[in-house]
């Protein structure tokens, strides 16, 4: 298993990194909040995960240890692959997730796209002894969404990750909002957000 991946970010896009690792350009899936992190040209390192299928090796990449080991956790449940464990991550933090399970909230689990009422539910019981224990102080104070940014923020962070200038950012940002708003539950994704980000600011350049 590669646990890890150190090396000069060589390039990034909307869902990938390239981390330069001996001489190799290794690709990484991440999420949009692990990418606003990296930078083209700076050192990095990502906790990795290797998911190996017949046909294919997708090495899933993530900020630090607590994100990947949540990916793997998640995975225990039932219907649970790693793209919809990494959704899970880019709508919620680690912490955010075990305070969902240990409350047993149904509305964090719906906000991510393709977990509906029954399988939030689904998800809940399997989930109750598997993630463990909120690693922040008072749970009880705390909601769902206090552990991940705002879409807004995820998204900006994501296109200076990418290069872009702050006013760049802001108006693609303000671009792709009516389409943000009009996702189901008020819950957009901000990976399809991201590529609607992209074409915006190439269609003005």
């Known amino acids: 298993m590669i646990a890890?991946?150190?090396?000069?970010?060589?390039?990034?896009?909307?869902?990938?990194?390239?981390?330069?690792?001996?001489?190799?350009?290794?690709?990484?899936?991440?999420?949009?909040?692990?990418?606003?992190?990296?930078?083209?040209?700076q050192e990095a390192r990502l906790a990795t995960s290797l998911v190996v299928r017949e046909d294919s090796l997708t090495l899933y990449g993530f900020t630090d240890d607590d994100e990947r080991q949540t990916f793997e956790?998640?995975?225990t449940a039932s219907?649970?692959?790693?793209r919809l464990a990494q959704a899970m991550l880019s709508v919620h933090a680690p912490d955010a997730l075990r305070i969902a399970v240990a409350t047993g909230d149904e509305k964090?689990?719906?906000?991510?796209?393709?977990?509906?009422?029954?399988?939030?539910q689904k998800l809940l019981l399997e989930l109750k002894d598997r993630l463990g224990e909120p690693l922040g102080a008072h749970v009880a104070q705390q909601g769902p969404a206090a552990a991940a940014p705002s879409w807004r923020d995820q998204l900006?962070?994501?296109?200076?990750?990418?290069?872009y200038a702050a006013r760049e950012a802001d108006e693609a940002v303000t671009a792709v909002t009516p389409q943000a708003e009009a996702a189901p539950g008020g819950a957009p994704q901000v990976g399809h957000l991201l590529k609607a980000a992209l074409q915006t600011l190439n269609r003005t350049r």
Request: with cysteine.
């Open 4 to 41: 890890s991946v150190s090396g000069v970010v060589a390039a990034l896009a909307p869902t990938t990194a390239v981390i330069e690792v001996g001489g190799f350009g290794t690709a990484v899936q991440c999420t949009p909040a692990t990418l606003a992190g990296l930078r083209i040209g």
């Open 73 to 75: 956790l998640l995975q």
């Open 79 to 82: 219907g649970v692959g790693p």
């Open 156 to 163: 900006h962070a994501a296109l200076i990750g990418l290069g």
């Open 108 to 120: 964090a689990l719906t906000a991510v796209p393709g977990i509906g009422k029954r399988g939030a």
